[in-house]
């Protein structure tokens, strides 16, 4: 866990930060010097000494100065952030299960660097029919065996039920409003925690593997 696993060239995320921070300290000198000014003001006009005219025009000022502030800041925080992003840090122990970069690489929005397999623990998810989810609760104990480990089973518990089934977010999900209406039975996924695991189990357990499971009522 917050091991690096990839690291994007900061130089430019670098220079960024650099430069909305000296922007930052600019303004804010600007601030503090309008704040004063108003605050001033603010005391002379409750003495008599200074119309409303001259405290309106300080406060707004000082308003508008403070607004460029908190943009600036909110800019600073950013600029931060994406800094930190440029060392991308793994979430759980785990194994860099694919690779698919390579050092000097453009790294593209939204393609995967790397697949990612945490070590910290597995679970089945495992398409029930709908007619068999009246037996299924939340913390029933569930067999499961691997077909990749024989002679094994492992114990379970039921941690959630899906909330839609398996051809409710299909690519092609299918229109029923045509009246052309062939019932099929619907498939619902049960995500099923394998527990008392040993580093050993955790080795031998590889994601995606097929499994049979059998849940108590």
Do not use: C, M
Not at 98 to 120: D, N, Y
Not at 136 to 141: E, F
């Amino acid at each position: 866990k917050d091991d690096v696993l990839v690291e994007i060239d900061s130089r430019d995320f670098e220079n960024t930060l650099k430069q909305v921070s000296s922007e930052l300290s600019s303004i804010d000198a600007r601030r503090r010097d309008a704040e004063t000014n108003y605050k001033r003001l603010s005391s002379l006009y409750d003495k008599g000494a200074v119309s409303q005219q001259q405290r309106d025009t300080s406060l707004s000022a000082y308003s508008e100065v403070k607004a460029k502030y908190e943009a600036i800041l909110a800019q600073v925080s950013q600029a931060r952030l994406n800094l930190e992003n440029t060392k991308i840090k793994a979430p759980s122990n785990g194994f860099i299960a694919r690779k698919s970069v390579e050092v000097g690489q453009l790294a593209s929005p939204g393609i995967p660097l790397i697949g990612f397999v945490s070590s910290e623990d597995r679970w089945v998810t495992a398409n029930f029919k709908e007619t068999e989810l009246s037996a299924i609760k939340i913390g029933a104990k569930a067999e499961v065996e691997v077909d990749a480990i024989s002679g094994h089973t492992y114990i379970g518990k039921v941690i959630s039920i899906g909330a839609a089934t398996g051809a409710t977010f299909a690519l092609l999900p299918p229109d029923n409003a045509t009246g052309n209406f062939t019932k099929v039975v619907q498939r619902v996924p049960v995500k099923i925690q394998i527990e008392n695991l040993t580093p050993q189990d955790i080795e031998n357990l590889r994601v995606g593997l097929s499994a049979i499971v059998k849940v108590s009522k």
